[in-house]
């Protein structure tokens, strides 16, 4: 799996995945617990946090729900955060890695590695022999 340096824009997308969730943590029903940013090819950045509930949906989703309305297509780097984790970074759950394999698998993940260094993947890299939609 190639792995990517982190840039300053990469901890900048970072710093604003943790702005996002400050703004909207909510303490005590802690239904908002994670913060995601995700910058665009065109450079603009969206932010959003998880929505929890019986069906809840992740920051990540939330997020690139957000940019899909928004119309964009071509994502950079995603990151989804967590004050207490490892560098404040949070690796997708199964469920985003194949919604992130599936929308855009190109896209750079910003992760912990396995000695706690920040390091960017690529979507695809975080789900092998993921599930694909078969064409008919
Ligand atoms: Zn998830």
Request: glycine fraction near 8%.
């Amino acid at each position: 799996m190639e792995r990517y340096p982190i840039t300053d824009p990469d901890r900048e997308l970072i710093r604003l995945a943790l702005e996002v969730l400050e703004k909207n943590f909510d303490d005590g029903v802690y239904n908002h617990t994670v913060g995601c940013a995700l910058r665009c090819k065109n450079g603009k950045v969206y932010k959003g946090v998880n929505c929890d509930g019986i069906h809840g949906s992740c920051a990540e989703y939330i997020t690139v729900g957000i940019a899909i309305s928004a119309g964009e297509r071509d994502f950079d780097t995603i990151v989804a955060v967590h004050e207490k984790a490892t560098n404040c970074v949070l690796s997708p759950c199964g469920n985003c890695r194949q919604m992130l394999f599936e929308y855009c698998p190109d896209t750079l993940v910003i992760v912990n590695d396995e000695s706690g260094q920040l390091v960017k993947v690529k979507a695809c890299d975080l789900l092998p022999f993921a599930w694909q939609p078969v064409m008919c």
